[in-house]
Every structure is written in C-alpha cells, then in structure tokens.
C-alpha cells in the first residue's frame, strides 16, 4: 500500500518568514495530494490540493508543488503569521483511478511562528 | 447542510466495555472512512467503505468493526475495549474526486 512521509515534525519560523514541509509518497499511482491543516482541538481542514497533471498551485500566501518523477511533493507558505500555527498534513491516494479514494497520511508537522 | 456529524464528542470506557460511534454525512458521499489519530501518528485509516453495503480493512483494523447502514451513516463499533484504544477518532467522508470531509472528532479515552 502507500506509504507518506513527512518531514520535519516541527517546524518553527518567525512571522513573515517562509515556512517549507516535504512529503514523499511510494505508490506512483497515487494522483491526488491534499493539504490538511488541524488546529488545536480542532477537525483537519483542507487548505491547498493538487493533482498528478500539474506540477504547482498556488493560493495567496500558499503553495503545493509536485515532482511526479522524484515522488515527493512540497507545501510553502510564505509571510506567515501567528494563525497560521497548526498542524499540517499532507496526504496521497489514487483518487478516482482505483483502490477506493483512501487517502494516506503523513504524520504531520507542527508549525509554530513566533512573533 | 451540517456535513459530516460525528458522535459522541467524548467519552471515558472501562476497559472490556463496548461502544459505538456514529457518523452521519449529508453530502450523498459514496466513501466514508473512520481514521484514529495518536501523536506522532499522523492519522491511520482503520476502516472504510467505498460504498453502501461495502467495508473494507484499513491500516490498524484490529479491535474494531463496522457498519455501513445506509448510503448517510458508517458506525465504528469497539467490542472489547483497550487502553491501546484511546485516542481521537475521526470520521470522513469523500467526493468522487478525493476531496475529505472530516466530522469533528470522539476523543476516547479507555481507563
């Protein structure tokens, strides 16, 4: 089955920096990776996704690239601000090509910015 | 439109006592998934159903079972419970597409 990792499990930035979190994934049919963000307490939330069929994304302070060939795929966020501490969760599955749409996680990565 | 509606929001088990968590989704989603989620873990799928009348094991499917009712509700059930148990547990829907929708989460823990 899949198999996503995510690096680092901790990340700390200050505010207005640029903050980076790296997933790899094993199944190379996988076509579809979101990005979830879970504050304390709270349900993971999708913030950003991407599909096999484009190599980046962006959403204002947000960004998802995607190395097909490399199997790894990025989230950037850049000037980042107190609200966005939280952690973040990067995810992969198959989508609607087979094997169900399961979706694989990664273990996740705490990002705390820091005035 | 209220989703993906989880319950209970909490609850504290004796060790061997037996519940069961409901989900319900409004959305007409074929796919519903129960995932638990412990520190450092990240979120591990348990079970899932690809649609009505079909279940299928996840990842860590043992001491668990489940309902898929109807198209609306998918029920996790733990028979005996552990205290490898605790945790949050997390039930999701999903679009064609792969798009999550996530209730807001049982946290269990068994003493």
Redesign the interface.
């Known amino acids: 089955?899949e198999n996503v990792e995510?690096h680092p499990?901790t990340l700390s930035v200050q505010e207005g920096d640029s903050a980076v979190i790296k997933c790899t994934y094993s199944d190379s049919a996988s076509n579809?990776f979101?990005w979830y963000k879970q504050e304390l307490g709270?349900?993971?939330?999708?913030i950003i996704?991407i599909r096999s069929n484009v190599g980046e994304k962006k959403d204002q302070r947000i960004a998802v690239t995607l190395n097909k060939t490399a199997k790894h795929f990025s989230l950037h966020i850049t000037e980042t601000q107190p609200e966005d501490s939280a952690v973040y969760?990067c995810a992969a599955?198959r989508?609607?090509t087979g094997g169900?749409?399961?979706?694989?996680?990664?273990?996740?990565t705490q990002l705390k910015v820091e005035l | 439109n209220a989703g993906v509606t989880q319950t209970p929001k909490f609850q504290v088990l004796k060790t061997g006592q037996s519940m069961t968590l409901q989900c319900a989704q409004d959305m007409n989603h074929n796919s519903m998934y129960w995932y638990r989620q412990d520190p450092g873990m990240g979120l591990r799928l348990i079970y899932y159903s690809a649609s009505e009348g079909t279940t299928d094991k996840g990842e860590v499917p043992n001491g668990y079972n489940v309902s898929r009712l109807n198209k609306r509700e998918f029920s996790l059930r733990l028979e005996s419970a552990a205290p490898s148990q605790t945790s949050v547990y997390f039930c999701a829907s999903f679009q064609v597409q792969g798009l999550a929708f996530f209730g807001q989460g049982t946290r269990l823990t068994v003493v």
């Open positions: 089955g995510q499990s579809y979101p709270k349900r993971p939330q999708l996704d969760f599955s989508g609607v169900g749409n399961k979706l694989t996680f990664g273990t996740g």
